[in-house]
């Protein structure tokens, strides 16, 4: 029915508006391959550098950042190695002194005990030459008391003192022997 009313059929086009149609759809298709394909090609091109370089920059970084934790690592390693031998260094040098200052008081009191024994055979060296000459007086006196002579005589008196002498250190050794 439609065709019979006008002879024109709305839904199929006339064949100028299709060839219209046609070369403004052609000069749109050049026009956006001439101008804006390249411009979104660049865009699209800068945007992938862009998001490469990223890529690269953050491996890069990456790797960087993985150098200098190792070398983090070996410093600290190497820290801990200097001081442990520091330590080490520290300990025994802390033995030697204790030695060195055991060896010294080992000397000073042989040192203090030998000058004891000197000071102490001195004094009985002393004591006894005291003693002697004491006891040689004394001798003398009785001896000349009972022998009922004097014996002023130095020589005499010398004989007569070594000889008492003798005969007491004599009498004391079999006592101090048993």
């Not at 019979?4 to 086009?13: K, Q, S, W």
């Not at 390693?77 to 204790?98: N, Y």
């Not at 005291?130 to 022998?147: I, K, P, S």
Request: hydrophobic share 45%.
């Amino acid at each position: 029915m439609l065709a019979a009313e006008g002879g024109h059929n709305p839904i199929i086009p006339e064949p100028v508006e299709i060839v219209v149609g046609l070369v403004a759809f052609l000069l749109l298709l050049f026009v956006l391959w001439k101008y804006a394909v390249p411009r979104f090609e660049k865009v699209y091109e800068e945007r992938s550098k862009r998001i490469e370089g990223g890529i690269e920059k953050a491996e890069a970084a990456q790797a960087e950042a993985q150098r200098t934790l190792e070398q983090y690592r070996s410093q600290l390693a190497e820290a801990r190695a200097e001081a442990a031998r520091i330590r080490d260094d520290a300990r025994a040098e802390g033995q030697q002194i204790v030695e060195e200052m055991r060896a010294q008081a080992q000397a000073e009191s042989e040192r203090i005990v030998s000058a004891g024994q000197s000071a102490l055979a001195a004094q009985r060296a002393q004591i006894v030459a005291e003693l002697r000459a004491d006891l040689g007086r004394q001798a003398v006196d009785l001896a000349g008391r009972v022998v009922g002579e004097s014996l002023e005589d130095e020589a005499r008196r010398r004989g007569t003192v070594d000889r008492f002498l003798d005969e007491l250190e004599a009498a004391s050794a079999p006592a101090s022997k048993a």
